[in-house]
């Protein structure tokens, strides 16, 4: 049986327009909407999962291995971006105010991490909200370095194929250099061997969800 339910909210964009947000929605085991408040994790697919049909989201990342009876600590939020999108800051930012009235969300412990387009939109939403966030994961995502003093204090870790001919290896390496010249935290780990796909190892890896709650306070 799924651990992860389809869902959907309705928000409307400046005038007149109403747009249907469809997600998958996992609540860690033992949620309890009367006790704690829970760490959550905003996750951002890639291009080729656009469209309506949520479980095309399944195919890759932390929905994958929720999929797979993998359990995370975190309450997890997958949106589908509609076809030929490309993800809206707006309408995540709003995604993520419906969940903190939603459900028992730990306001100071919000991630974002996506893969490919999903890691580009996680640069863009920190950027553009980066006291939202306790910390993001960008994965051979793509992203203009002159935005780097917006997140200088934000912890990142950034994960990318040395071998990628889909996202250059380069859109990391130049944000990650830029990071580091303002004295930021990040991480950076460049996968010698990998071509575009360096998110199966980075979500594979155990050390990425203890890094992340390390910064839930």
């Known amino acids: 049986m799924s651990q992860q339910k389809g869902m959907y909210f309705k928000v409307e964009v ?39 049909m949520l479980d095309l989201i399944k195919k890759n990342g932390p929905p994958m291995k929720i999929e797979q009876g993998y359990k995370y600590p975190f309450i997890v939020v997958s949106p589908q ?36 387009m ?12 980066p006291d939202r966030f306790a910390a993001i994961v960008p994965v051979c995502g793509y ?14 870790w950034v994960f990318h194929g040395a071998k990628d001919d889909v996202v ?23 996968y010698p061997d990998a071509n575009h796909d360096a998110w199966t190892e980075t979500y594979n890896n155990p050390e990425l969800v203890d890094w992340m709650m390390g910064y839930c306070q």
């Open 81 to 116: 971006c509609p076809d030929e999108e490309l993800w809206s800051v707006e309408v995540l930012d709003m995604l993520l105010d419906e969940m903190v009235s939603r459900y028992r969300v730990k306001e100071n412990c919000i991630f974002v991490t996506g893969l490919s």
């Open 168 to 190: 250059a290896p380069e859109q990391s390496v130049n944000m990650v250099n830029a990071l580091k010249a303002l004295g930021s935290p990040v991480k950076f780990t460049l």
């Open 14 to 52: 400046k005038k007149n327009v109403t747009l249907e947000v469809r997600f998958l929605l996992y609540l860690p085991e033992g949620y309890d909407k009367n006790k704690d408040k829970y760490p959550l994790m905003l996750f951002l697919h890639g291009m080729g999962e656009r469209g309506d």
């Open 118 to 129: 999903g890691g580009a939109g996680t640069w863009d939403l920190a950027m553009a909200y």
């Open 143 to 156: 992203t203009d370095p002159a935005g780097a003093s917006k997140i200088k204090d934000l912890p990142v």
